[in-house]
């Protein structure tokens, strides 16, 4: 009895201590926020943090927006399912950052605020319209994604379930991003991309001195492939993931901050570099964790020891939370400024912080009734990807295509890719493959093959 006792105030005393953690991140975050909002001058400091981003700045920044939960929590996720394939995830992701290195000094060229004002740069006002309306609804799960992923590493502890985690987490994402905007994210993404990788590592370590990590299943050239993820799959990742690494709202956010071309540059190849081993570590502790029928975050708190149990959950939370603010912000700036015509008028700034609260909200709630992570990310990507890849590189790369047909090109191959990926998770799989690269087929002929000279 006396035994039972010392253990069961051991374990509430863990408990409590990883609490105290998470309790800290969160105030410390919501610290930053407010710091950051009487920074904020200009509606430039609040949108693109005045332009003046300089290559660390950036480089943390993207790299904590890409390793959102959706992105950990979603490779590992994989891999638990699928094996070592699971590492085509962020490798597509990395794949995507390569290709934007070259393009990237163009959209530093041509791009102020959002992705919408660019394609209205190119092709008019209605285009830009049309992509106003269609980014913000179609990253709503994405929001979403990251709301998720909060709430199931908060749910691993036992004193919270997750529609409690995942109200706690939505609330300090709304507050945390409606306060400092750019200003702020810019400041605590480095720190959170230092918490991303160390947590990390701290996993890896405790993993790789156990006996159980000779068991694990071998990685080869072989194995990058297999009969639940096979070069078909590959394919659609490519078209429906990778690109959106190429063109995107999020990812070009950070470029519009940059202080320089060259910055903007440097700071996507290191990113792109940066991901081929953070791809290869998520992906060992998903196949590592695979044989425990436990989620990471569980399997973590039988791993780990209290301080680095705290850590790893610190980590997990700082990926959310960077993907999570920057997709939040990225949204309800493009509606602010569809509804105002101009995000540099002031009443924009009023406007932005409303909607970041009606767009949180909402994201909640989607989360509170779609609990799969990847579920929710691919979705919105696919969409998003059949409508505006074509197109934005299109413009970027000053090819020349029948302007007229740019709206009717961006909503008929986003509808079709979303309707390809709903069959392909639904009834039959090779239709929807097929599906979803007719979109990309469809886009093009309208935009290439019916130009009026």
Known sequence: MYNFVIDFRYLLHSIMQVEITIITYFLFIIAIGVYSAFKVRKPDDYYVAGKKAGMVQVTGSLLATILGGSAVLGTIELSQQNGWPALWFLFSAAIGLFFLVPVSKYVRRYGHFTLPELLGTFYGKKVETIASLIIPL???????????????????????????????SGVVFIVYTLLGGQLSILKTDTLQSVLIVAGLAAMLYFTRSTPLATNIESLNFGSLLNSSFGVVDLLILLITYSVTFVVGPDIYSRVFCTKSERTAKRSVFIVAAL????????????????????????????????????????????????????????????????????????????LTRILIVVIGICSLVIALYVTSIIQALLLALTFFSGAFVVPTLAGLLQIKVNKKNVALAMIVGGVIALFGKLINQYQHEMIGNGLIALAYLLNGSILFFFRRK
Request: charged fraction near 5%; hydrophobic fraction near 55%.
């Open 138 to 168: 179609a990253w709503l799960g994405i929001v979403a994604a990251q709301i998720i992923a909060a709430a199931k590493i908060l749910s691993g502890l036992p004193s919270i379930a997750y529609g409690q985690a995942a109200i706690l």
């Open 275 to 350: 991901l081929i081993p953070i791809s290869f570590g998520l992906t060992y502790l998903g196949v590592y964790s695979k044989g425990s029928g436990e989620g990471i975050v569980a399997f973590a708190q039988h791993l780990l020891p209290t301080w680095s149990y705290g850590l790893f959950l610190a980590a997990l939370l700082s990926a959310v939370m960077s993907s999570a603010d920057t997709t939040l912000l990225t949204s309800s700036m493009i509606l602010s400024e569809l509804f105002t015509g101009n995000l540099d008028r002031k009443n924009s700034l009023v």
